[in-house]
């Protein structure tokens, strides 16, 4: 077995010697232009960056950068970027295409690396660590080296993101340097805890040449890895752990497999075609000079180069029948019987920004290309169109779809090959027009069009209705070009699909985690009841009876750090009881509402079981910053606030990120008649309910001289607040201040500020009062915030203030026209009880969360037990509905679950639910009879 | 004797889950056979008892339920659930197709309850499920015996539970024991084992079953090696232990404690057949309240048995004559058989030198009279088992002739179920006052029954009033709210009544039975159903004080 210095020098060898063939082949793209190079980059890199935080402050380093074409890209995102790589030759090389190109070169370093770990990186230096398509060709032992590695150089709270394969397949000999390796997703997750790393997740990427990697049955990922808590272990340690069923064999002789002499060949051959005869008589030579082969078949290539005059051939016949000619013409008569709006897309043509299309000939006839991607296979796309849809059908959710949505159009290939085998609809969705013309002129298609059952062309601005049409229950396909060409596009296409289908056959298990105390505890009830009313299964955490403990820690603990470790330990062992409840009773999506008592621990330990979680922080991010902390440990944050709060928590970690203001629940926040008594109690011509934040006492000292209560707690006992503060300034329930807002003619309502005197000028988002005061027709008067307008139309919807003495007048005012504020409450309460509602909210909520997460969700579904026996139960309706209702309760896939509405119901009892009660029973006297001892005798 | 279905065509009985069950079912499927000559007898029993069945006479089919599965399919929940089900399914459509024409099912459970409502057989006998799945016992002999093994009428009751699970199928003409077929194959083995004990004694061969169903009724080891050394020693026996292979642990101290040639396990080397040919070729059993009991007395082989702890001679008792049955007479006795015991004191009333000198005296003929030297009547009751005229199992106690506390109870309550259950005529001594008043008919004497009697008379006053109600179109609501407001706060009282006094128990227990069993909903029907029962309830109330003066 070689040492790691000699698969070093392997490597930096074999690399040298490519880099000099012909870099572009080898390491970059060889298809696109070279004037593509650093946009691939970019676009790759993206990739590998995406939902992670980085600033100016930061650094990055690449391991395997080739000739650096994703490091621009990196530059613009951190502080200091190095490029490590193994060829000097690529560094070379890579200095020279960056001077070339007029890349600013101040922020990124080119190093030659030793080849087997970062040794020239300092320890705990950097904040990012990266590789794409360049691990999987390493020996594993390398590898596992630099596995191994990546714990030293990494910085406290940084991360590395590494490109490799999944997959089952024979790794090649520890030489080879060029095939690629793959590992299953359990040797990576050993590995990488052997290496002192913590796996946090696993994304598909899309790659180069993703047709042929599917068709290897390798799934090209990246892994991000955190710094874990162990020490880094052994590199030998970690490669056996790569290498379950024993290490990689090296082969004898020369590193140049034949596979390298194929891939050369096949260069070689399309380079011939393009009519690039120089560089392909140079690849030629390469063969011929370092991949001598005896075994290798080269009929193939050969029968391809004879093929070239016929398929000049036919791309002459193209390019005389495309445009309006006759193909288009058929087609497009059955486009506008059975797709009206696309043909009125079609008419319009391309849109801004869509890359042009190409058509080029194969074999079997015309094939569409977008820049360097073929859309469909460059050279056989019937067999290739049969080969994927034997694939797309092998998987059982696809199979057993009962419409199957496959984005991108193509020239229509794999869409024949999909009507030939699947009985049932089909639809598609295009996202580029252009392309969809160009295969309207060239092939004939009309069999497709009169057997989708949908054809959409989508862009961004019209998603959401283009999808309208299609079944919740269909499965989505996306084939690899379109990701390629429109990934962001195509992203979004999902997600709203997704989003709508998850609301109508999504049931996950949600837990919503209310805080110890405060504003916020209301609202964990709110949500919980909206979630209820939208039909979820939901369950609501009240954590509330733990806040005495708070209190008592409080009491006994002076000073401020001891009580801050004890506060934080006994957060922690609510945590603990926390998880033990998720583990007695299972959830798929966790909403913890701001100030939710769980640990990073906790939230950490859910997230690995699969539990999605949630923050709604419905808290001023700048002055409660816990988020900075925790944001990383939630799949996805919910702000009341936008702009810089939503990129400061990104930046903290969050990959979701969004903006969803606090509402109204029209079952508690409702107008209410008052008797006469009660009227007297809670009713004023002024009031406001709420603490005494220092701008509320600031701005109300002014107010003494007017018929004003003040409701709530942290009111100081000095005039004029003896006066104006009630029944001793004690903490109020929900039903009370809906007697206030009700009897009140102006409801003030004054955001706090800790900071600022009176109303903050830079105030930006809506309290939930605001929201409640309108659902309950209560007029009111408050402060101009940046978000107010977009929830309530001010002077119409809701009156506002500007200032203190915007206020005085205010009040003036509104007292004296009592039918005024009585038309803006009215029109403020429509508003929000049609806007507003928190199960407005959660529904947006749900459905964000489905946007991203509907094929997570839908899994874990699927995994559920129940899925199982609904399948199972199929043999008896009645078995099959029970099952599917209790589970849509949420029950627990036991007995006891399946029956709980028959124990629970009354009348005439079905054949079923007597068998089933049967079976209830049966168990019942079985364990009687276990506890009583019963034997066998007697 | 009043029956309810006499003529049956195709009968299923159902009784799943015991072996003793089994057995203590034979003298009423020979009756039913005896009394329907052409009828087809299916025996439902689980899966582990299907092979004894083979041996009881007079089954024609017998249909096993593999519980074991459904329970391993129910414990593995998730999909097993469905297993279970799909498993369940097939079974009852398996069931449903053999158009059954009568059913009994002695056995309490509710899944049987269920099972008996989802085969859907016109007649039955036993327990069964209305359409809301909520049980109901339809003949007055299981509501009998479901009131009888309550924990607290148990001993106020003498009648064998294999009688009331023969006159729930309204059979009269029974043999007087429990029956099995010796199959010649099986009693070639018990022979052969006998010959290979290589016992020196020459004296009777004694079975002894040491092993049973809980902890708290089986005597203890030690006792049971006094008792066999007696045995081996002063009265030349040769002993036999029996028991199940699961029953090693207990049997292997006796033995190792005995150390004596004349002492041989059969213990796991016999099978249900042979262990009944086994017992057959003894002359007597000594045992528990066990499996083996039954199977002894139906092989002909007297039992000398303890009753101990939970276990209460009169209920499960040898069902032959001339068995001897030891009942300890202790406060806590016959205790709950849900609870276990920590301190079985029950144990230490019998001696292992009563339990030798009554096994061996059985061997030599019937044991009639015990002294109390030899027995102390204070802390155990031995009795003898006999039929009584109607051919009712029954025990004579012969220690005490006198009788216990509870027998005047037990004797009373036996000839009124005969009487009003059965229409049997039992022996009446004249009354002793004139009842001028519905108010004042019972005796003083038993604690709380005047006042169920009266509130037996008060309901009846009350379903008299209720039908004129229903009857009067203008009768206002509230006065209709009020009656069944008084209804139950008067169905309450008896129910309480029954609790807070022992001897009216099982009064109280069959008033609550029947109305359970209540049919219909059309409101003079229930009316008069439930002023039948308070009737049935004031007179059982009369008749009972009467059978207590006379005893």
């Known amino acids: ?938 | 004797m009043k029956k309810r279905h006499p003529n049956k065509n195709k009968v299923l009985l159902v009784n799943i889950t015991r072996l003793g069950d089994m057995l203590q079912a034979t003298p009423t499927i020979a009756g039913i056979k005896q009394e329907n000559p052409d009828c087809h007898t299916t025996v439902l029993v689980e899966k582990q008892f299907s092979d004894i069945c083979h041996i009881l006479p007079h089954i024609d089919e017998v249909v096993s339920l593999d519980l074991s599965f459904t329970c391993r399919s129910l414990a593995a929940e998730q999909v097993g659930i469905i297993e279970a089900y799909q498993y369940i399914s097939e079974f009852v459509d398996k069931l449903r197709a053999d158009n059954f024409d009568y059913c009994l099912n002695m056995s309490s459970s509710a899944y049987t309850a269920l099972l008996l409502r989802l085969l859907k057989v016109p007649r039955t006998g036993g327990w069964t499920a209305d359409e809301e799945g909520y049980r109901l016992i339809e003949s007055e002999w299981a509501r009998l015996f479901a009131t009888s093994v309550h924990y607290q009428n148990r001993q106020y009751n003498s009648l064998n539970l294999v009688d009331m699970f023969r006159c729930s199928a309204d059979v009269e003409q029974h043999p007087e024991k429990l029956l099995v077929n010796i199959e010649s194959s099986a009693k070639r083995h018990a022979e052969d084992l006998i010959r290979s004990a290589g016992f020196t004694n020459t004296g009777p061969i004694i079975a002894v079953q040491a092993g049973a169903s809980q902890a708290k009724r089986q005597w203890s080891p030690t006792l049971f090696v006094e008792m066999v050394k007696i045995l081996d020693r002063e009265y030349n026996a040769r002993v036999i232990l029996t028991g199940s292979p699961k029953e090693i642990s207990i049997v292997q101290p006796i033995l190792n404690g005995c150390q004596s040639n004349n002492v041989f396990s059969a213990v796991g080397k016999t099978s249900i057949p042979q262990l009944a040919a086994l017992l057959k070729e003894c002359q007597v059993l000594v045992t528990g309240d066990t499996g083996p009991m039954h199977i002894s007395v139906a092989a002909g082989t007297p039992v000398v048995a303890m009753f101990l702890a939970s276990a209460y001679g009169f209920e499960t008792g040898p069902y032959s004559a001339g068995n001897i049955v030891l009942q300890p007479v202790i406060g806590c006795g016959p205790c709950n058989p849900n609870k276990s015991c920590s301190r079985p004191d029950c144990h230490e009333t019998i001696s292992p030198r009563l339990m030798a000198d009554l096994a061996m005296a059985r061997t030599a003929g019937e044991v009639t009279e015990l002294s109390r030297e030899q027995a102390d009547p204070r802390h155990v009751m031995v009795y003898r088992t006999t039929f009584d005229r109607h051919g009712f199992c029954d025990m004579q106690p012969i220690n005490a002739p006198e009788g216990d506390e509870f027998s005047r109870y037990r004797n009373a309550y036996r000839k009124l179920w005969l009487s009003d259950l059965g229409g049997f005529e039992v022996e009446r001594t004249p009354q002793r006052h004139s009842k001028s008043s519905k108010l004042n008919i019972v005796d003083p004497g038993i604690e709380g029954l005047q006042e169920i009697a009266n509130c037996a008379y008060t309901g009846q006053q009350l379903m008299r009033r209720l039908r004129e109600l229903i009857l009067d179109v203008r009768a206002p609501g509230a006065a209709l709210q009020r009656i069944n407001g008084d209804i139950a706060s008067l169905d309450r009282s008896i129910e309480e009544l029954g609790f807070n006094y022992g001897p009216i128990g099982s009064l109280a227990k069959m008033f609550l039975f029947a109305k359970e069993n209540l049919s219909g909903s059309d409101p003079l029907s229930l009316a008069s159903q439930m002023d039948s029962i308070y009737g049935d309830l004031g007179r059982r109330c009369e008749r009972f004080s009467d059978f207590y003066q006379e005893s």
């Open chain 1, 1 to 938: 077995m070689k040492s790691l210095t000699e698969l070093a020098v392997t490597m930096r060898d074999d690399w040298d010697r490519r880099v000099q063939h012909d870099y572009r082949f080898w390491i970059a793209n060889e298809i696109s232009p070279q004037s593509l190079l650093w946009e691939e980059g970019a676009r790759d890199f993206a990739q590998m960056v995406a939902g992670l935080p980085f600033g100016p402050d930061m650094t990055a380093v690449e391991i395997g950068c080739g000739v650096g074409r994703m490091l621009p890209a990196a530059a613009a995102k951190f502080g200091s970027v190095l490029g490590l790589d193994v060829s000097p030759r690529a560094i070379a090389k890579g200095h020279e295409l960056q001077r070339a190109a007029a890349i600013n070169q101040g922020t990124i370093s080119l190093a030659v690396s030793a080849g087997t770990d970062l040794g020239v990186v300092a320890a705990s230096s950097i904040d990012f660590v990266w590789s794409f398509a360049a691990l999987p060709h390493m020996p594993t032992r390398v590898f596992a080296s630099y596995l191994c590695d990546i714990r030293r150089v990494l910085r406290e709270r940084g991360c590395a993101r590494l490109q490799v394969f999944i997959g089952l397949q024979d790794n090649p000999a520890e030489s080879d340097t060029l095939r690629v390796r793959a590992y299953t997703e359990r040797s990576l997750k050993e590995a990488v805890e052997k290496a002192g790393l913590r796996l946090t997740g696993i994304a598909q990427v899309a790659m180069p040449l993703q047709e042929l990697l599917e068709e290897l049955y390798l799934q090209p990922v990246v892994i991000t890895l955190e710094a874990g808590d162990g020490s880094s272990g052994s590199f030998e340690d970690v490669a056996a752990a790569l290498l379950p069923d024993g290490p990689e064999v090296d082969s004898a002789g020369t590193s140049c497999s034949d596979f390298e002499a194929w891939l050369a060949l096949n260069y070689a051959d399309r380079l011939y075609q393009g009519g690039d005869f120089d560089r392909a008589r140079s690849t030629l030579e390469y063969v011929t000079q370092y991949c001598k082969t005896t075994e290798l078949d080269v009929r193939d290539v050969l029968e391809r180069l004879t093929q070239v005059s016929a398929t000049r051939q036919m791309v002459a016949d193209i390019e005389a029948c495309a445009g309006d000619g006759e193909i288009y013409r058929a087609n497009v008569e059955v486009l506008k019987r059975r797709f009206p709006e696309v043909w009125e897309q079609v008419k319009i043509g391309s849109l801004p920004g869509e890359p042009p299309i190409e058509i080029k000939a194969s074999i079997d006839g015309p094939v569409l290309w977008s820049g360097s991607t073929c859309l469909d296979h460059p050279e056989k796309p019937v067999s290739a169109g049969h080969a994927w849809a034997r694939r797309t059908l092998n998987d059982a959710r696809i199979a057993q779809s009962s419409q199957l949505v496959v984005v991108g159009f193509g020239c229509g290939y794999h869409l024949e090959s999909l009507f030939e085998s699947r009985s049932q609809p089909i639809a598609c969705i295009e996202t580029n027009i252009s392309s969809l013309r160009r295969a309207l002129e060239v092939r004939d298609l009309r069999a497709i069009l009169e057997k989708l059952s949908f054809l959409a062309v989508s862009h961004s601005n019209s998603l959401e209705c283009s999808l309208e049409g299609l079944k919740p229950d269909s499965e989505v396909i996306v084939r690899p070009q379109s990701l390629v060409i429109s990934g962001e596009l195509v992203h979004a296409v999902t997600k709203v699909f997704n989003k709508q289908r998850g609301r109508t056959s999504l049931h996950p298990r949600i837990a919503v985690l209310g805080p110890l105390q405060g504003g916020t505890l209301p609202i964990m009830h709110y949500t919980t009841s909206a979630l209820h009313r939208l039909g979820q299964r939901v369950r609501a955490i009240d954590v509330s009876s733990f806040s005495s403990g708070c209190d008592a820690i409080s009491k006994l603990m002076h000073d401020d750090i001891r009580r801050n470790i004890c506060q934080q330990t006994y957060v922690e062992m609510i945590s603990s009881i926390l998880l033990e409840t998720f583990t007695e009773k299972p959830i798929d999506i966790l909403i913890c509402m701001a100030q939710a008592p769980i640990s990073a621990r906790a939230l950490t330990e859910l997230r690995r079981k699969g539990v999605i979680t949630v923050l709604w922080f419905v808290e001023d991010y700048l002055r409660f910053t816990y988020w900075k902390e925790f944001a990383k440990c939630y799949d996805y944050v919910f702000t009341i606030q936008k702009g810089d709060c939503i990129e400061a928590i990104r930046r903290a970690g969050a990959t979701h990120v969004h903006y969803l203001p606090t509402g109204c629940d029209p079952e508690v926040h409702a107008p209410t008649i008052l008797t006469p008594e009660e009227r007297a109690r809670w009713g004023s011509p002024v009031s406001f309910v709420g603490a005494g934040y220092h701008n509320r006492r600031q701005t109300f000292a002014r107010f003494a001289n007017l018929p004003f209560k003040i409701w709530g707690t942290e009111w100081p006992a000095m005039k004029p607040f003896d006066r104006l503060v009630q029944e001793s300034g004690r903490r109020l329930a929900p039903d009370e201040y809906i007697k206030i807002f009700n009897s009140s003619d102006i409801n003030l309502n004054l955001h706090s500020s800790s900071e600022r005197d009176g109303v903050d000028p830079t105030g930006d988002f809506v309290n939930p009062r605001t929201f409640e005061l309108a659902a309950c027709g209560a007029f009111q008067l408050v402060d101009e915030r940046a978000l107010l307008a977009e929830c309530f139309e001010p002077g119409r919807e809701i009156a506002t203030f500007s200032s203190v003495s915007d206020l005085k007048d205010k009040i003036a005012y509104y007292l004296e026209h009592p039918e005024e504020r009585q038309d803006i409450a009215r029109r403020g309460r429509e508003r929000a009880l049609r806007e507003h509602t928190y199960e407005k909210r959660l529904d947006e909520m749900l459905t964000t969360i489905y946007a991203s997460s509907y094929q997570k969700l839908r899994q874990r579904e699927q995994e559920s037990p129940w899925a199982e026996m609904i399948q199972r139960a199929s043999f008896e309706p009645e078995l099959k509905e029970r099952c599917e209702r209790a589970n849509a309760r949420g029950e627990e896939p036991i007995l006891d679950g399946l029956i709980a509405d028959i124990t629970m119901g009354e009348g005439q009892l079905t054949d079923t639910e007597q068998k089933l009660l049967f079976l209830f029973h049966v168990r019942k006297q079985i364990i009687r009879m276990e506890h009583e001892g019963a034997g066998v005798r007697n």
